[in-house]
């Protein structure tokens, strides 16, 4: 599957970490999962405020099927400052934006 980013290495580590549109495990290296988070941080849409609930049907959706779990991903995406929280409220901070 073509993810149709022009670096060919962001292309190789999407297409090993992800399967039919779902995260199948983590990357044991922080570079390769900074890739993969940034790729998962453009399902939400820059400047809304999503209530956790809605985060984690997204963040589930991914995970389905995967070795990995909705609430692990969504503290990466959080650790990494690709969204931010409070009160219960979360927002897209960092990642591609088209």
Known sequence: MDFG???PHAEKVLQTFIRNGHLV?????RGRRRILLEHIAASFEPGRRFPEKEIDVVLRAWCDGGETDYVTLRRYLVDEDLLSREHGHYWRTGGWVA
């Not at 495990?25 to 290296?29: E, H, M, Q, V």
């Open 5 to 7: 980013y022009a670096d």
């Open 25 to 29: 495990r983590f990357p044991a290296k």
